[in-house]
């Protein structure tokens, strides 16, 4: 695998492109890499309408020089991206089974960053079942970070559905992987940055 020229990062439910890992990755690759592509939307929360406004912005992205990171649902959406376009991906503490998981969140829910809510309606649960990959064509395109200690997820889980990829499997952490730092330089040397 070759760098990448051009880096998609996608956020988690209710995140933003404010969240402390894409703020972190995008100060790292300003400083180090300021010819690299970066793309770090903020997502709809319906996941068709995200996944349509990522792909309709990569349409011309050069499909060797693509590389994708997500944090949680945005690790499921980079699991689709990476699917569909054959890129490499970064998966942190990655959602598995968000249709399942966000079946209770129907309804009125509030943003993690700011003062901003949103109606999160039941056909997105369709929209997400309808979005998961069946398996993983080439583990060997992802590196998953996974933190036992996440409150918020299964570890298990994670593990289970990214068996075969290339695995940091922390004996503590949390959700947020309010460490990041500590885990950059790996997601750097895995995608050729650093």
Same mark, same amino acid.
């Given at each position: 695998? +070759?760098?990448?020229?051009?880096?998609?990062? =996608?956020?988690?439910? =209710?995140?933003?492109?404010?969240?402390?890992?894409a703020?972190?990755?995008?100060?790292?690759?300003?400083?180090?890499?300021?010819?690299?592509?970066?793309?770090?939307?903020?997502?709809?929360?319906?996941?068709?309408?995200?996944?349509?406004?990522?792909?309709? #912005?990569?349409?011309?992205?050069? /499909?060797?020089?693509l590389?994708?990171v997500?944090?949680?649902?945005g690790?499921?959406?980079a699991?689709?991206?990476?699917?569909?376009?054959?890129?490499?991906?970064?998966?942190?503490?990655?959602?598995?089974?968000?249709? +399942?998981?966000?079946?209770? /969140?129907?309804?009125?829910?509030?943003a993690? #960053?700011?003062?901003?809510?949103?109606?999160? +309606?039941?056909?997105?649960?369709?929209?997400?079942?309808?979005?998961?990959?069946?398996v =993983?064509?080439r583990?060997?395109?992802?590196?998953?970070?996974?933190?036992?200690g996440?409150?918020? =997820?299964?570890? %298990?889980?994670?593990?289970? %559905?990214?068996?075969?990829?290339?695995?940091?499997?922390?004996?503590?952490?949390?959700?947020q992987?309010?460490?990041?730092?500590?885990h950059?330089?790996?997601?750097?040397?895995?995608?050729?940055?650093?």
């Open positions: 695998m +070759r760098p990448p020229n051009h880096l998609l990062y =996608l956020h988690g439910f =209710l995140s933003s492109p404010q969240s402390s890992k703020v972190r990755m995008a100060s790292w690759l300003a400083q180090y890499q300021p010819q690299l592509t970066w793309y770090c939307p903020k997502l709809p929360v319906s996941p068709g309408d995200a996944m349509r406004q990522v792909f309709d #912005h990569i349409a011309g992205w050069p /499909h060797d020089g590389a994708v997500g944090s949680s649902l690790g499921f959406y699991s689709v991206v990476a699917e569909r376009m054959g890129c490499p991906a970064v998966v942190l503490n990655p959602a598995v089974n968000p249709a +399942r998981d966000l079946a209770g /969140h129907v309804g009125k829910v509030n993690w #960053h700011g003062d901003e809510s949103f109606e999160f +309606r039941a056909e997105f649960i369709d929209e997400l079942r309808a979005l998961t990959p069946a =993983l064509t583990p060997e395109r992802y590196f998953a970070v996974i933190a036992k996440d409150s918020v =997820l299964d570890w %298990r889980e994670m593990t289970a %559905r990214y068996t075969g990829c290339e695995t940091k499997l922390l004996e503590g952490g949390d959700h992987l309010s460490d990041f730092d500590v950059l330089p790996d997601v750097l040397r895995f995608l050729h940055l650093a």
